[in-house]
């Protein structure tokens, strides 16, 4: 998301759409391995399954604290020069792939909703269905409105109650994962 907010400021919506597009299609290989990885894994012996749950709890309150202790500047700068239609979208799809919260939250998130007795493929459509619209959306909200967060959010004050937000909204996800 802070990508698309920094390409929306200084590259406009209609260029960000490209890095949206990898990104999505980066998203589509996270869920879809996740949840062939979560079959395997429901398969085998439940402490397995609940081992793996439980670590990726861990990470998620790692997350959180990263969050609530973080600095929230926001860079002025943004982002400069020309990027091409697919250096954008190649940019997209690695930061989806490379980024562990994304992994931690589909491992911790998808097997309250995958059902052992069910076929994989079908589960797995309904959740991209469920991501990639909830994704567009949120990558739009935040390439949509990038100029007018950047002035609201400059000074970085409420930048830092944002983060303390996230944190605490992980912090109940990863309560739930441990209940």
Same mark, same amino acid.
């Given at each position: 998301?802070?990508?698309?907010? $920094? ?11 490209? +890095?949206?597009?990898?990104? +999505?299609? #980066? ?48 860079? $002025? ?14 940019? #997209? ?44 959306? $949120? ?6 409105? #990038? ?26 996800? $990863? ?5």
């Amino acid at each position: 998301m802070t990508l698309a907010f $920094s390409l929306g400021l200084s590259l406009g919506y209609r260029k960000t759409l490209w +890095m949206m597009a990898g990104e +999505m299609t #980066g998203v589509v290989v996270v869920v879809s391995t996740t949840v062939f990885l979560l079959g395997w894994l429901l398969r085998l012996d439940p402490i397995w399954f609940n081992g793996l749950a439980m670590v990726g709890a861990v990470y998620l309150l790692w997350i959180a604290r990263q969050l609530w202790i973080a600095d929230p500047q926001l860079s $002025s700068e943004g982002v400069r020069g020309s990027l091409k239609p697919m250096s954008l979208a190649a940019l #997209g799809f690695t930061t989806a792939i490379m980024n562990p919260k994304g992994w931690a939250f589909m491992i911790a998130l998808l097997p309250g909703f995958m059902d052992a007795e069910r076929a994989l493929l079908p589960q797995l459509l309904v959740f991209l269905s469920v991501m990639l619209t909830t994704e567009f959306l $949120s990558l739009s909200l935040y390439a949509g409105g #990038g100029r007018w967060l950047r002035r609201a959010l400059g000074e970085g004050a409420p930048m830092g109650v944002l983060n303390k937000i996230a944190a605490v909204l992980m912090i109940g996800v $990863s309560v739930l994962v441990f209940v």
